[in-house]
């Protein structure tokens, strides 16, 4: 809406009410992001084997010995299955194990031995190492060996929760405004987060993470999208591109720090709902959406907004801020706006549709993958979640700069690469080098993150204005389901340990290769129809695009100021 930028220009761009908003939202990003990754800290797994009850009266030797031993890469005692305990109680009555093993060894005894003896599941429940964590979700429900497929079925949940809150928030945001979705949001993800800790079973606990998970992404898109249509200019660039994800990344730092301190699942999802709760009173310091209010025809709302602001700002408003004419245009220009099917009409856009549909479902995969399989490398799990989030930082930077002056695909391929070569050499250094694995995966880290915060640019600017919002929309839906999948990614490593790794780093090659096809987009004027689209690269290396006719000079923009509609 070009007549709405030019009308509101007397603001300004850096003024108090500009820099009120700014913080503001910043702030409101908080609860949002603390929940990104608490799946990881609640549903964590520590080491288990079965419990040997007291009545049993067998000996701390005994008890060691009624535990199987498995020799995969390395000796470990078995988690789901211990030796029959009658069967040890009766071998323990011939004296302590030393005794029975000379004995068997001299032959004054049948050699019957503990690692001869039939097993059984852990009927008497299992007991969990607290080294890292003293009560989990897991430990607490046992969700373990037969129960296990709970645990990603969980965090499932919780990501399905995120992709229904796309759609449902989307509309009522259109219809009712920014402001109550973002406030609502905060509002769900607090309050359910405190129901949590009180949750008396695991079917409780699902419900209730999946009304998190609604809130946790809303929320999140509502503070995207209302920062985007109040601010304007470089403003609203340095907001989108850069502040709000460095913001949401310190929130995700702020979480292993607290599960470091707080060990208890249920008092660290009622200190989750302690930022949200403190969000609330903002309600009465955050406006709504002008841009929003002018979309429903409330000129007069979207007037007095605009003229407090100004008041704000110390500057004088215009007598009439919006010209019916430039309303009813723009009204006539949203009704005529192209449907998600057109994403699909014909075959150009489609082959780039399909293309960046399954680029953004492997960044999804690949970004919470890794975080979930960064569980089984060795070292304080805090201090490895800690470093995967602080890299996210330098990312974001990388991602911003590397939007600035060089070409998407360059920029994409070699980020994307980075990482996957980093997760494929991961499977050398896994056991024998722990601290060269952790740098690897950081730097794998690294590179997804980076390309991932490209792809926003570059997706904006390989499609039309007249569908731009839809299609970025639809290619957040499918970075959300594959995040949905990456929960059970980490189940792969039973049949190899390594397998996880190789999965998203095939991943992110395949990401590269369905870029080579992409056409480039630096420096080309943005396009308005779908007929000005690049065309797809076939069969060769990419190169740039020829240049569109018929475009001005102020439209030839290498970084687009996408504003991304909540509706689907």
Same mark, same amino acid.
């Given at each position: ?412 391929? *070699? /980020?994307? !690469?980075?990482?996957? #070569?980093?997760? @494929?050499?991961?499977?050398? $250094? +896994? ?5 060269? %694995? ?67 780093? *095939? /991943?992110? !090659?395949?990401?590269? #290769?369905?870029? @080579?096809?992409?056409?480039? $987009? +630096? ?5 308005? %129809? ?39």
């Amino acid at each position: 809406m070009q007549d709405y930028e030019v009308s509101v220009a007397f603001l300004g761009t850096w003024g108090p009410f500009q820099r009120r908003v700014f913080f503001l939202l910043c702030v409101i990003c908080v609860p949002f992001g603390y929940q990104t990754l608490s799946v990881i800290f609640l549903l964590a797994s520590p080491s288990h084997h079965c419990h040997i009850p007291a009545y049993s009266n067998l000996s701390q030797d005994w008890i060691q010995a009624s535990i199987p031993t498995q020799v995969a890469e390395q000796p470990e005692r078995s988690s789901c299955s211990r030796y029959m305990l009658d069967q040890v109680q009766n071998l323990s009555t011939l004296g302590s194990l030393e005794l029975v093993h000379n004995l068997s060894a001299l032959g004054s005894i049948p050699e019957i031995l503990p690692s001869s003896l039939k097993q059984e599941g852990c009927k008497d429940g299992w007991n969990y190492s607290t080294e890292y964590y003293h009560s989990t979700v897991v430990t607490e429900f046992n969700l373990v060996c037969s129960d296990q497929w709970k645990q990603p079925l969980t965090s499932l949940v919780f990501f399905l929760g995120g992709l229904s809150g796309c759609f449902i928030s989307g509309r009522i945001s259109d219809r009712f405004g920014r402001k109550p979705v973002l406030f609502g949001s905060v509002a769900l993800v607090s309050v359910f987060s405190s129901a949590q800790a009180f949750a008396p079973s695991w079917p409780v606990f699902t419900a209730l993470y999946f009304m998190i998970g609604l809130g946790q992404l809303s929320g999140y898109v509502a503070v995207f999208v209302l920062g985007s249509e109040t601010l304007t200019g470089s403003t609203r660039v340095f907001f989108s591109n850069l502040a709000l994800p460095f913001v949401y990344v310190f929130a995700i730092m702020l979480l292993p720090a607290t599960a470091y301190l707080v060990r208890e699942w249920r008092y660290l999802s009622l200190i989750m709902a302690v930022p949200g709760l403190a969000c609330i009173p903002l309600w009465w310091l955050v406006p709504e959406s002008s841009r929003w209010l002018v979309s429903r025809g409330r000129l007069q709302d979207a007037e007095t907004l605009l003229r407090s602001a100004a008041l704000e700002n110390q500057v004088e408003a215009p007598r009439v801020i919006f010209l019916s004419s430039n309303v009813e245009r723009a009204t006539s220009e949203k009704d005529e706006s192209l449907s998600f099917l057109d994403l699909l009409r014909t075959a150009n856009i489609r082959y780039i549709t399909l293309m960046l549909w399954l680029i953004w479902f492997s960044c999804g995969i690949n970004y919470f993958g890794l975080s979930f399989n960064i569980s089984i490398l060795s070292g304080n799990p805090y201090l490895n979640y800690f470093l995967m989030t602080v890299v996210e930082l330098p990312a974001y930077a990388a991602s911003w700069l590397a939007a600035r002056s060089f070409p998407r695909r360059l920029s994409f391929i *070699s /980020l994307a !690469l980075l990482g996957a #070569l980093a997760l @494929l050499l991961i499977q050398i $250094t +896994l056991h024998g080098h722990p601290a060269f %694995t952790l740098s690897l995966v950081l730097l794998s880290k690294f590179g997804i993150v980076a390309s991932t915060g490209l792809l926003y640019v570059f997706t904006g600017e390989l499609f039309p204005t007249v569908i731009r919002n839809t299609a970025m929309s639809s290619s957040a839906m499918f970075s959300r389901v594959g995040s949905s999948v990456s929960s059970y990614l980490l189940q792969l490593a039973v049949l190899s340990e390594f397998l996880p790794w190789i999965i998203v780093g *095939s /991943l992110s !090659l395949f990401s590269v #290769l369905l870029c @080579l096809f992409l056409p480039e $987009t +630096l420096r080309q004027p943005l396009p308005d %129809t779908i007929q000005q689209m690049g065309l797809v690269q076939r069969f060769r290396w990419p190169r740039a695009s020829t240049p569109l006719p018929n475009k001005s000079a102020k439209d030839q923009i290498s970084a687009p100021e996408i504003i991304c509609t909540t509706h689907l």
